[in-house]
Nanobody
């Protein structure tokens, strides 16, 4: 059974940092790209970052470039999202997604992608 479990969310003050983890199981980790999305209340889900470690591809949305860093520990089947300089507008539920297509372009937009349940990040001003 494919599982993606996010952790590391919480409440932080503006300017602070959090590190999110996405622990994957049930599939061959190296064969997938892993992405991070977020969804704030009343807003559409937004793609933030993606990594395909086997293809040495990483992607960042402009909204997080320079503040967030994605990394992968293949030995632990885990992807991390280090989030620095957090802003109140970063408040959202954060999700990780796994995609067979490792281009980090379609990750999160395919019907056969796998999603985690999400972790809440709240940034206070």
């Amino acid at each position: 059974e494919v599982q993606l479990v996010e952790s590391g969310g919480g409440l932080v003050q503006a300017g602070g940092s959090l590190r999110l983890s996405c622990a994957a199981s049930g599939f061959t980790f190296d064969d997938y790209a892993i992405g991070w999305f977020r969804q704030a209340p009343g807003k559409e889900r937004e793609g933030l970052s993606c990594i395909s470690s086997s293809d040495e591809i990483t992607y960042y949305a402009n909204s997080v470039k320079g503040r967030f860093t994605i990394s992968s520990d293949n030995a632990k089947n885990t992807v991390y999202l280090q989030m620095n300089s957090l802003k109140p507008e970063d408040t959202a539920v954060y999700y990780c997604v796994a995609s067979r297509i490792r281009d980090c372009v379609s990750t999160g937009y395919r019907r056969d992608d796998y999603w985690g349940q999400g972790t809440q990040v709240t940034v206070s001003s």
